[in-house]
């Protein structure tokens, strides 16, 4: 490989390329995709769309692009519409166009926060186990990461946050709720007092939170109360849109309006843009199979305990279970069966995600065959 500007390249002398130092040697993000019949390790939503859905997708995909010649609306202003329309019910009152910010992906939207209100000489702050890619956007965003630590039962400590907020006074704390990989959600009086100790911004990110069982609250309900307060969502799970890449959240107009400040131009394309909004058309057919996949994680729940598994209590589209041995050797058993789970979380433990009942008895039998 040589060099830009015909300089030596440094092969061999170990430099090249020229990586910043804190990347050198770091493997890139990726839960295995390996191409099985059983594909329960990324938490997608496992029914694909109908036939009717597809093809209003691919009529507003037409329109989009006889207007490719033009860069898109920079601000999306019909989606953040059509976004704020489905979140009010949620959050039990109206959400203004201007309360809402989306990009590619919940990934995206919380790179774009970090951006804004982490950086050098600012601290990021959450509490594991978490969804693992949270330092790796805070490194992205050259933001220091301290990580405090969950009870035992992965419920949320609050006296460990209230003296690390005192220690560390992050500009940002991020919490997932539904937590991943542990499932957990969080209490509205837990989001409540870090909004009011934190010297910065309170992300809850709820990437699961349409999973939530009855009675588990959406942090969108404290809005707009905690002016600190901000909660994504993505189209990626319970929407069953992985693929089209859509996050977004709510918070007050002034954060939104902050995030314009890094986000690169354009950055949502118009393809994106009117894939999500003809989505958002079919939200009660996308969301349609939601309830059954409760019931499923809830009867994996009660099937994983009966069979004498440790299983952490889930709000979510997942399950963490353990506790093994050797996780690995177990993963890859039930890999080598035409099941694909994820190695995440505490030493020992596993997550499945949740899918159809035919994939859900695959899962089981399997595990039931590789455990006897
Ligand atoms: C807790 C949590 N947040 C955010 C994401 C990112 O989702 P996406 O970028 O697809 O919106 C995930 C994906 O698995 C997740 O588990």
């Known amino acids: 490989m040589s060099a830009p500007n015909g300089a030596t390249s440094g092969a061999g002398s170990g430099w090249w390329p020229p990586l910043r130092e804190e990347l050198r040697g770091v493997q890139p993000y990726g839960a295995p995709q390996i191409d099985v019949p059983v594909q329960l390790n990324v938490n997608e939503n496992p029914y694909p769309p109908s036939q009717m859905v597809v093809q209003d997708v691919a009529d507003a995909v037409a329109v989009a692009a006889a207007t490719l010649n033009r860069y898109p609306?920079?601000?999306?202003?019909?989606?953040?519409?059509?976004?704020?329309?489905?979140?009010?019910?949620?959050?039990?009152r109206s959400i203004a166009p201007e309360q809402v910010w989306a990009a590619n992906g919940s990934n995206e939207v919380m790179l774009q926060i970090l951006q804004a209100f982490g950086g050098p000489g600012r601290t990021a702050l959450s509490f594991a186990p978490t969804y693992s890619m949270y330092p790796e956007y805070a490194r992205d965003a050259m933001t220091p990461w301290v990580a405090g630590r969950r009870h035992e039962d992965f419920s949320f400590d609050?006296?460990?946050?209230?003296?690390?907020?005192?220690?560390?006074?992050?500009?940002?704390?991020?919490?997932?709720?539904?937590?991943?990989?542990?499932?957990?959600?969080?209490?509205?009086?837990?989001?409540?007092?870090?909004?009011?100790?934190?010297?910065?911004?309170?992300?809850?990110?709820?990437?699961?939170?349409?999973?939530r069982r009855a009675g588990t609250p959406s942090a969108l309900e404290l809005l707009p109360e905690q002016r600190n307060l901000i909660v994504t969502r993505t189209m990626s799970k319970a929407f069953a849109l992985a693929g089209a890449r859509l996050g977004y959240l709510a918070a007050a107009p002034e954060l939104c309006d902050a995030l314009r400040v890094v986000r690169l131009p354009y950055h949502l394309s118009t393809v994106t843009q009117a894939v999500a909004i003809a989505a958002l058309r079919h939200t009660e057919?996308?969301?349609?199979?939601?309830?059954?996949?409760?019931?499923?994680?809830?009867?994996?729940?009660a099937w994983l305990t009966e069979q004498g598994f440790q299983v952490a209590p889930s709000d979510a589209n997942f399950v963490l279970f353990g506790v093994f041995e050797n996780r690995e050797a177990l993963w890859q058993q039930l890999l080598d069966r035409g099941v694909l789970i994820r190695i995440t979380g505490p030493e020992g433990w596993l997550r499945v995600s949740i899918g159809t009942a035919a994939e859900m008895k695959a899962f089981k039998n399997a595990l039931g065959e590789v455990t006897r």
């Open 73 to 92: 609306d920079r601000e999306f202003s019909e989606l953040r519409a059509r976004l704020a329309d489905y979140l009010g019910p949620e959050a039990g």
């Open 158 to 211: 609050l006296d460990e946050a209230r003296r690390l907020v005192a220690e560390h006074r992050p500009s940002v704390i991020l919490l997932p709720s539904p937590n991943n990989p542990t499932g957990t959600a969080l209490a509205h009086e837990v989001i409540s007092e870090l909004c009011a100790i934190a010297p910065g911004v309170v992300v809850i990110d709820e990437a699961y939170a349409e999973f």
């Open 285 to 301: 057919e996308l969301l349609g199979n939601v309830e059954e996949l409760r019931s499923e994680r809830d009867r994996t729940v």
